[in-house]
Nanobody, 123 residues
Framework: QVQLAESGGGLVQAGGSLGLSCVAS????????MGWFRQAPAKEREFVAS????????YYADSVKGRFTISRDNAKNTLYLQMNNLKPEDTAVYYC????????????????WGQGTQVTVSS
C-alpha cells in the first residue's frame, strides 16, 4: 500500500512556471514507477509524465515534452514535476500516481492515486 500526497498547485500566468511535489509513504515506495496525470473540466484524465523506480527512465506526453520535467528523490520519497512555459490548456487537476514494478504508467495505468492539486494557467 502506498499513500500519495501532492502539493504545489496554484494560479500562474501563461508562459510562467510552477513546480509540483508528491510525497509517497508506505512500504518500499522507492520500488514503484511513478507519474503524473491530469484532468481538465469535462475531459478524461490523461497521462502527463512517468518515471521509473530508479529515476533512470522518463516518459512524457507529446503535449508537454520539452516544457515539463519529471524527477524523483527516493531518499525523500518525493516525486516532482517542474512545469515551464505553461499554457492555458495545461489548466487541470494534476494527480500523482504510482504502480509497483512499472516504469511507464502511460502504458499500464496507475494502481495508487493522490487526491490531486489544481493548476490554473491564465491567458
Amino acid at each position: 500500500q502506498v499513500q500519495l500526497a501532492e502539493s504545489g498547485g496554484g494560479l500562474v500566468q501563461a508562459g510562467g512556471s510552477l513546480g509540483l511535489s508528491c510525497v509517497a509513504s508506505g512500504r518500499t515506495s522507492s520500488l514503484y514507477g511513478m507519474g503524473w496525470f491530469r484532468q481538465a473540466p469535462a475531459k478524461e484524465r490523461e497521462f502527463v509524465a512517468s518515471i521509473s523506480a530508479s529515476g533512470g527512465d522518463t516518459y512524457y506526453a507529446d503535449s508537454v515534452k520539452g516544457r515539463f520535467t519529471i524527477s524523483r528523490d527516493n531518499a525523500k520519497n518525493t516525486l516532482y514535476l517542474q512545469m515551464n512555459n505553461l499554457k492555458p490548456e495545461d489548466t487541470a487537476v494534476y494527480y500523482c500516481a504510482a504502480r509497483f514494478g512499472v516504469p511507464n504508467l502511460a502504458q499500464s495505468g496507475a494502481r495508487y492515486w493522490g487526491q490531486g492539486t489544481q493548476v490554473t494557467v491564465s491567458s
